[in-house]
């Protein structure tokens, strides 16, 4: 496992799902860690177990993140890595009768939600000489999906962010990876498999990997394996990455 002892770490979408977990294996790999939800409440009990922050934001508010990363600075004096998690998966309808605003606070979250994460980051990860930003993708980004036109455009968006932060800032140490986890045992995929709509929704709840899967992926990225994958995506259903993680197949 890699070893993040004495790094700083600011998980957004912490609450529950990917991001809970994600927080737990990063303070198990020695990380401190603020973990970030609309709701502090959320955070609250799992801040205190793994002895990090709680906090309360909005990734769809650039100056609710600018505040996340400043509250990390203040108290930790760096930040070295930063989870991009946060995510919805918005009104699943199809083009013709999805709600204009509930579609656009999708892309709000999604996709401006990784932009202001980036952003407020940066200038602490340059000063610092480099930092890590990992963003939770989805096969999404690259294949349409029945009744999901706005999270699939979203995450082809957020993929696309990953590749410009790399492209404008891998020469300043700043490490850009989208991490793809497949389908993943959560309420996001309860909701999914609950409206019925497109055949994600008709999966056999087994075939969802756990969401320790992707959160153990995460920590990997920040170690020397994630190297070979700057600006890139990496996929937990390529079995040769499993392998590595060491990972059920
Ligand atoms: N589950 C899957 O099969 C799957 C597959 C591919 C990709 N993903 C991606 O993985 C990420 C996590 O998904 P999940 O399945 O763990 O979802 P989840 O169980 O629904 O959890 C989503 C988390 O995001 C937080 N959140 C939502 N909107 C937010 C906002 N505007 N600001 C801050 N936090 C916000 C939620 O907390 P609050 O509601 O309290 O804010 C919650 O902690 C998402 O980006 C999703 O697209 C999931």
Redesign the pocket.
């Known amino acids: 496992m890699v070893d993040l002892d004495g790094k700083v770490v600011l998980v957004?979408?912490?609450?529950?799902?990917?991001?809970?977990a994600a927080a737990l294996a990063f303070a198990e790999a020695g990380a401190t860690v603020g973990v970030?939800?609309?709701?502090q409440d959320?955070v609250r009990d799992l801040a205190a177990r793994i002895g990090g922050i709680a906090l309360a934001?909005?990734?769809?508010r650039a100056g609710?993140m600018e505040r996340a990363v400043a509250a990390m600075g203040d108290r930790w004096g760096r930040l070295d890595v930063l989870v991009n998690?946060?995510?919805?998966?918005g009104p699943m309808a199809d083009i013709a009768s999805a709600d204009p605003t509930v579609w656009g606070q999708a892309i709000?979250?999604?996709l401006k939600?990784v932009f202001h994460g980036m952003r407020a980051v940066l200038p602490m990860m340059r000063a610092q000489g480099g930092g890590t930003v990992l963003t939770?993708?989805?096969?999404?980004a690259h294949a349409p999906r029945e009744g999901w036109s706005a999270?699939c455009a979203s995450?082809a968006g957020a993929w696309m962010l990953t590749r410009a932060l790399d492209h404008e800032a891998r020469a300043q140490g700043i490490r850009a990876i989208s991490l793809?986890?497949?389908?993943?045992?959560?309420?996001?995929?309860a909701?999914?498999r609950q409206s019925g709509i497109n055949p994600i929704s008709q999966l056999d709840w087994s075939v969802?990997i756990p969401?320790e899967w992707?959160a153990r992926a995460l920590v990997w990225l920040c170690g020397p394996g994630g190297d070979a994958f700057l600006g890139d995506e990496v996929s937990l259903r390529d079995e040769t990455i499993r392998r590595r993680l060491g990972l059920a197949a």
């Open positions: 957004t979408g912490a609450s529950r799902g990917i991001g809970a970030m939800a609309r709701n959320g934001g909005d990734v769809a609710d998690n946060a995510g919805v998966i709000d979250i999604n939600g939770v993708g989805s096969g999404a999270y995450k793809s986890p497949g389908t993943v045992a959560t309420d996001m995929q909701a999914i969802h969401p992707p």
